[in-house]
């Protein structure tokens, strides 16, 4: 996994949903960081993984009340982070 950079952007976020994080949640995040050029993940669960990825995103098997982070790197990562902070999580 590529290294983030010091100014990275980030947002954070605790699951509430009572099932965790579910096909169409992720699959949303994964349309939205699509149309970004910037390297976006997840960490949760103690994992890094790339956030274009539906089968790596799922892969963190996120639950209730679990704590992730979502970081962007790269020329449009605010813009990216403005956008899946929107889009997928809520605000």
Known sequence: MKML??????KMRLLVDPLGWHL??????????????????????????SA??????????????EKICITASGTDAQEAIKAISHECLGG
């Open 24 to 49: 169409r949640q992720v699959a949303t995040l994964v349309k939205t960081s699509a149309r970004f050029s910037s390297n976006i993940v997840v960490e949760g669960c103690g994992r890094v993984v």
């Open 52 to 65: 274009k990825s539906v089968i790596t995103v799922l892969g963190l098997i996120a639950e209730t009340n």
């Open 5 to 10: 950079t010091p100014s990275a952007d980030s």
